[in-house]
């Protein structure tokens, strides 16, 4: 692969992890190798930390902490602006860098792991007035830097959840430490590069390779930690949260999803089908967002069930480099091998396959469609991560709003009608962090997050920057039953 020519002495095999404005040798010898899930080449290679090096980095952030405090916010935002600017920059670069550690087809890769990424962070940049002091009568109320962050990223959307969480803690006032995933860790090596040359100063951004039982727990259970923000699967957040009780340690996590598709008797069948798979399709289904399950009007169950013979038909599995490739692989043999089990136990517990199963070979898998899927069974209460759609039928709003909720999570999801007042007042009585309404479009400058076991907290926008702060109170002197004015 081509690499930019600004930075083209970047290596595809690392030996270091970016501490403290520097390339620092990994203080534990072992490495991991990276591979492309399309063909099952190497694609480099990356330290695999350990709790040392995680205790480094934390030491340099904590060190470069109250230096970056103290700097004025237009400076913080103009450091973060350098940055983000060479990431923008160097945009195809890394869209075909994360199609390749991610399988994700490269043209959607353009468009959302980096074009969405990219909208995430200036939403951000948009949104640093909620760090404005506040005065209620003789109160300043001030949002303080929470201090040293903990960011552990996935390996689904990578740069989107890098830049969601960095660019508002940054813009807050705190210091990071980054550990991406040990499956997709080179773009997160070439943001570091990018760092290397940007405005940011040594020690507020740092990067340390390695995986969730040597690096993430590390973080996560250090007294030098201040905030952990994790995303990943709801068994890894119980053990992070765990981890960061023992000091108390604020955390934000955003887990798994089961969201659900409603489609309303009067509303049009085939847009909100179409769009609904299309949504469920997105990265192979590797998607926490992902609308699994699409809940119909029981009598139009048949008419749906075509519309999606029809439309999978036509969605091309295979190379992610390829133009016209529709889906990718998954990102691991295992992934694959829960994904088949996923659905032979849905039809052991009764599903029926509208759109079978059918081996492809390598990692990569079609898509899936069962109907007769009822809220019992797995298929409509755990999340599969694969190309999978359950059909569920629905006897009128009541009963979608019911099924919508009868799950642990409450991530996203969606509610088509003919009426947008009919669909928004559906959405409302669901128990979801956010829910598009008649295909209205995610807005980066919203807050996202979900109810349930989909997490803690929320990312984006101003709440997002909000979730890196603490709140202080200033209470200034009252005479004669006036408030002095308030200074600072």
């Not at 709003?397 to 642990?408: F, G, I, K, P, W």
């Amino acid at each position: 692969m081509p690499l930019e020519p600004s930075i083209s002495d970047f290596s595809y095999d690392l030996k270091e992890h970016w501490i403290g404005g520097a390339w620092a040798t990994s203080i534990a010898p072992a490495a991991d190798r990276v591979f492309n899930p399309a063909d099952g080449g190497v694609l480099g290679s990356v330290p695999r930390g350990g709790a040392a090096d995680a205790q480094a980095a934390l030491a340099a952030a904590a060190a470069a902490l109250p230096g970056w405090m103290a700097t004025p916010l237009g400076e913080r935002s103009a450091a973060v602006r350098s940055w983000l600017g060479l990431v923008e920059a160097d945009a195809a670069f890394l869209a075909e860098l994360v199609s390749r550690e991610v399988g994700t087809p490269v043209g959607l890769s353009r468009m959302v792991q980096v074009g969405l990424a990219l909208d995430v962070a200036r939403a951000a940049l948009d949104a640093v007035s909620v760090l404005d002091d506040q005065r209620r009568g003789n109160s300043v109320i001030r949002r303080v830097p929470a201090g040293v962050v903990a960011a552990i990223i996935p390996w689904n959307v990578p740069l989107i959840l890098t830049l969601q969480k960095v660019v508002p803690a940054l813009l807050a006032g705190c210091a990071v430490v980054v550990k991406p995933s040990e499956l997709t860790p080179l773009h997160a090596a070439y943001l570091a590069r990018l760092a290397e040359r940007s405005e940011l100063p040594a020690g507020v951004l740092n990067i340390v390779f390695g995986d969730g039982l040597g690096v993430g727990a590390a973080l996560a259970s250090s007294p030098l930690t201040d905030l952990v923000s994790f995303t990943g699967s709801v068994r890894a957040g119980r053990s992070v949260a765990a981890a960061a009780a023992a000091n108390l340690t604020r955390v934000h996590l955003e887990l798994g999803g089961k969201s659900a598709s409603l489609v309303l008797d009067d509303a049009d069948l085939t847009r909100a089908v179409t769009a609904s798979v299309d949504q469920a399709m997105f990265n192979s289904g590797q998607a926490c967002l992902q609308w699994s399950r699409l809940v119909v009007p029981r009598d139009r169950v048949a008419e749906a069930e075509e519309l999606v013979r029809t439309l999978t038909a036509g969605y091309v599995v295979g190379d992610p480099a390829a133009p016209g490739t529709d889906l990718g692989p998954l990102i691991t043999a295992e992934a694959k091998a829960r994904v088949v089990a996923a659905c032979e136990r849905g039809l052991a517990q009764g599903a029926r396959a509208v759109v079978p199963y059918r081996e492809l070979g390598g990692q990569f898998v079609a898509p899936v469609v069962f109907g007769d899927v009822t809220e019992d069974m797995d298929l409509a209460q755990e999340e599969i991560f694969g190309p999978v759609v359950s059909i569920m039928a629905h006897d009128g709003d009541e009963d979608a709003v019911r099924l919508a909720n009868s799950t642990r999570y409450g991530l996203h999801g969606s509610v088509w009608s003919a009426d947008d007042e009919r669909a928004g007042a559906v959405a409302r009585r669901v128990r979801s962090g956010q829910l598009e309404v008649n295909g209205g479009p995610m807005n980066p400058a919203a807050p996202f997050g979900g109810f349930g076991h989909s997490g803690i907290g929320r990312e984006c926008g101003a709440e997002g920057i909000d979730a890196f702060c603490e709140l202080q109170a200033l209470h200034y002197p009252v005479e004669g039953g006036r408030a002095i004015r308030a200074r600072g």
